[in-house]
């Protein structure tokens, strides 16, 4: 018998996964040892408090999803009292937490394949450890696949992934996530993703049809929750996606929040569309911005870095408009924060939301141009934020730089990260010692001024 377990923890993940089954990505006859007998989808809970937040399966359309799997299990029940985030199984533990599944789950001596999400840390990790002998196949659903792997990964279940299955949300862009283990990536077909999500978007609240179709669609992340940003600077940064939308002309706007934002980020919107003269619509039910694409047609979508915005370009050919990534790659740290590539792939790509000359001519890339383009920026990117990882990488790394560094690309890379890694770019060594301090900064550009005005 042969058991294959789907690990998913959100809905969007669940839709890829659906997708690649209708797709036949994992039913190839010619895979070992032929069909699978039963297909498990594993449930995962990660929110902080997933007593009082519904699992992906209790959201409205994964009834739609529901009968591609044969059972759909509870990891939050399977390690309770422990937290999905948080827990990992000790090594000498783990035979006997793996009697204890296969137990729980009734896969008897099955031999077990593993289909999961974000590997490199829990909860999906803890799955690849307690099944040792599972081959891995791992899905992608979102702009951190292009990425470098975030984490050295232990080759006891680095080697065992056979697969990385992706969606071609920029054509042509070769992901960077577990090519150390050279992983191949398989793309999940665009028609199948969107055709799932087409299933999704029959079973929508009645807030959403609501919703007036051609709105200008804002995207809310919660980025103060990861202390990336202040609770002020994103309300500001709220704020101005409706300002921006509101000069293009937009009068009808829906602000999607993030589902665990508070309340207080609608309110300053509210208040600015008053003064703006902008009807706002707040919808605070839970539902994938992709569900909203296929139901309402915004005639523009804008955001920072969410995974949305390129999928609203790239799979929807919706217009799109970017805001707030400079300051998000001034205020990532560190450096190989996993969030750095996405945020670097929206701004090299996405129109800014202050252009609308550039979002009004704005289309998506085709594969030669961002082959072109992009690959050399996410190799070079990639390399600075893990070069122990990817240590081949860093002549890609330096002809990008010797070539393109300037003040175009040089808001994707610390100067000390290139000093301390001696790429092109780097801080002179002269000039090393200078603190990272803005008022010695300052006052030594002001001191090298009146010299040269002394000289003069």
Not at 85 to 94: A, C, E, H, K, N
Not at 183 to 212: Q, Y
Not at 237 to 242: A, F, G, P, W, Y
Request: net charge positive; aromatic share 8%; hydrophobic share 45%.
């Amino acid at each position: 018998m042969r058991t294959q377990i789907f690990f998913a923890s959100t809905l969007y993940g669940a839709a890829t996964l659906a997708a690649a089954l209708d797709a036949g990505r994992f039913s190839s006859p010619g895979r070992p040892g032929g069909e699978p007998h039963r297909r498990l989808l594993l449930v995962s809970n990660n929110a902080a408090n997933p007593e009082t937040t519904p699992p992906l399966d209790a959201m409205p359309g994964f009834e739609r999803l529901r009968g591609r799997f044969d059972r759909v299990l509870s990891w939050n029940e399977a390690i309770r009292p422990f937290h999905p985030g948080g827990w990992s199984p000790r090594t000498d533990d783990v035979p006997m937490w793996e009697r204890y599944l296969r137990l729980l789950w009734g896969l008897g001596d099955d031999d077990v394949e593993l289909v999961l999400e974000s590997i490199q840390v829990e909860p999906a990790l803890a799955v690849a450890r307690l099944f040792p002998d599972a081959p891995i196949e791992v899905y992608a659903d979102g702009l951190m696949s292009y990425g470098p792997t975030r984490n050295k990964l232990d080759p006891l279940v680095g080697a065992r992934v056979r697969r990385l299955h992706h969606l071609d949300l920029l054509a042509g862009l070769e992901p960077l996530l577990l090519t150390e283990f050279d992983v191949e990536g398989r793309v999940v077909p665009t028609a199948a993703f969107t055709a799932v999500l087409a299933e999704l978007a029959r079973d929508v609240p009645p807030s959403v049809t609501t919703v007036p179709t051609g709105s200008a669609l804002l995207l809310g992340q919660y980025m103060s929750a990861l202390e990336i940003l202040t609770p002020g600077e994103e309300e500001d940064l709220h704020v101005s996606m409706l300002r921006g939308a509101a000069r293009l002309g937009h009068r009808s706007v829906v602000f999607k929040p993030h589902p665990v934002a508070p309340a207080r980020f609608s309110h300053a919107l509210e208040k600015e569309a008053g003064e703006l003269g902008v009807e706002l619509h707040v919808l605070n039910t839970p539902v994938l911005a992709e569900v909203l694409y296929e139901r309402m047609r915004p005639a523009l979508v804008v955001g920072c870095f969410s995974t949305a915005l390129l999928t609203a370009a790239s799979l929807y050919g919706l217009r799109v408009a970017r805001t707030g990534t400079d300051l998000l790659l001034e205020r990532l740290a560190p450096y190989q924060n996993s969030n750095r590539v996405p945020v670097t792939l929206v701004d090299a790509v996405l129109p800014h939301l202050d252009d609308p000359a550039a979002v009004g001519a704005w289309r998506a890339p085709g594969a030669a141009e961002v082959d072109r383009e992009l690959t050399g920026l996410v190799r070079a990117v990639g390399f600075c934020m893990q070069p122990e990882i990817y240590p081949g990488m860093r002549a890609d790394a330096e002809h990008y730089l010797a070539r393109h560094y300037g003040s175009r690309t040089r808001r994707y890379f610390k100067r000390r990260r290139l000093t301390s890694l001696a790429l092109p770019g780097a801080v002179p060594r002269r000039l090393a010692f200078v603190p990272r301090n803005r008022t010695v900064r300052r006052v030594a550009r002001r001191v090298r001024a009146l010299k040269r005005a002394a000289l003069g």
